[in-house]
């Protein structure tokens, strides 16, 4: 049960928000989680092709030996992505939350330029709050 | 006694809009000529009030309160357009506030009128504040419930000057999903609120010089003080009147 990270990917495929709240992930340089936030982005857009049953939204949850990624698509194609370990149920309601404080403190923040980086202090210290700052790196 | 000026100037500045009908300008035997036919008319959609069901917003009961919340997330939307509509036509911080207080000032001037209204209809003995603290307070509790649904939580006088007056709000509604960037800390967008206040103060016939303050506090971060600098002519008077 531990948060490793946060990720907001914008329609495009570019990284606008990542932090980190726990150790136990390997830590990478700001380039390597552009690099990780723009294949995940592609290796999205591939799932969401892949289905044999019609249109898809892509993929949800992509796990791993020692975590998960929790992957919430929204109508205006950002992508909230939460790194947390296997066991963790509650990764689908965090995401709403962070979409909705996504909504609430950058889309409705005038100093916010869509699609670009999120430097809104609120944003951050709601964050914060909600998934449990410890270690913090902003884009 | 003082006298005060017939029109405030700053109203020149935003309302030259005429909201003048266009049809009389056009003669409907220009339509054969002009007319086209597939583009819907606007005049027809509005002026019948032929919108179906909804009630046009012009016919509703002003003075039902209740039903007349706005949302404060679509408000939020707006407010912010405005504040980017606006940072693109101003140079610095100080041109902006200035604009939002202009803004302000014309939503203050209807929100008088308004109250003064629902007022009459509502208290047996309506009455109008011709000393300045019993206007103050009103200002504090009926404009703020008016225009935020809460009173605002403060009023205090400045210990320096005798003609600054402060009020008070810990978590302004507007300006509550707002961050400023580091570089403009300065900047309140509470600004707008500050040319509510003036207009009110000015209708009332105060006159007085109002701007918006960010004053943070341990446990609340947005808090914002709103300063009257009352004219001098209000001074004068209030001392005429003791």
């Given amino acids: 049960m531990a948060i490793f990270g946060l990720w907001v990917i914008n329609k495009a495929g570019g990284l606008v928000y990542q932090r980190n709240f726990s150790d136990g992930l390997a830590q990478l340089s700001m380039n390597e989680y552009l690099v990780m936030a723009g294949t995940l982005h592609g290796i999205h857009a591939i799932t969401s092709r892949l289905s044999p049953t019609g249109s898809s939204s892509g993929a949800q949850v992509i796990e791993a030996e020692t975590f998960k990624m929790t992957i919430l698509l929204t109508a205006t194609g950002t992508k909230f992505v939460l790194l947390t370990s296997l066991s963790d149920p509650s990764a689908e309601s965090l995401l709403q939350k962070v979409y909705e404080i996504y909504a609430d403190a950058t889309m409705k923040n005038p100093f916010h330029t869509p699609e670009m980086p999120i430097r809104s202090e609120k944003f951050d210290v709601r964050i914060g709050n909600l998934l449990g700052a410890s270690s913090s790196g902003a884009v | ?242």
């Fill in chain 2, 1 to 242: 006694m003082t006298s005060f000026p017939q029109a405030h100037p700053r109203l020149s500045v935003l309302s030259s809009t005429s909201h003048a009908s266009t049809d009389n300008f056009s003669p409907s035997s220009s339509y054969s000529r002009f007319s086209l036919s597939s583009a819907p008319s606007i005049s027809t959609a509005i002026g019948a009030g032929k919108l179906g069901s909804r009630p046009n917003i012009y016919d509703r009961s002003l003075s039902k309160t209740r039903t007349s919340d706005v949302s404060l997330s679509a408000f939020a939307f707006l407010f912010s357009e405005i504040v980017q509509y606006t940072q693109k036509r101003v140079n610095g911080i100080n041109d902006l506030e200035r604009r939002l207080n202009v803004l302000g000032y014309r939503i203050g001037t209807r929100v008088l009128e308004l109250m003064i209204w629902r007022n009459e209809s509502v208290s047996k003995a309506p009455k109008r504040e011709i000393r300045f603290l019993p206007a103050l307070m009103s200002i504090h509790t009926q404009v703020w419930r008016a225009v935020f649904g809460k009173p605002a939580d403060a009023i205090e006088k400045s210990v320096e000057n005798e003609d600054e007056y402060m009020i008070i709000d810990n978590d302004p509604p507007i300006t509550r999903h707002i961050s400023v960037p580091r570089d403009m800390s300065q900047l309140s967008c509470s600004s707008l609120t500050a040319g509510i206040v003036e207009a009110v103060l000015d209708g009332l016939g105060f006159p007085a010089r109002v701007t918006a303050h960010n004053t943070p506090i341990d446990g609340f971060p947005a808090r914002t003080t709103i300063l009257i600098k009352l004219d001098k002519s209000v001074l004068e008077r209030e001392e005429i009147l003791k």
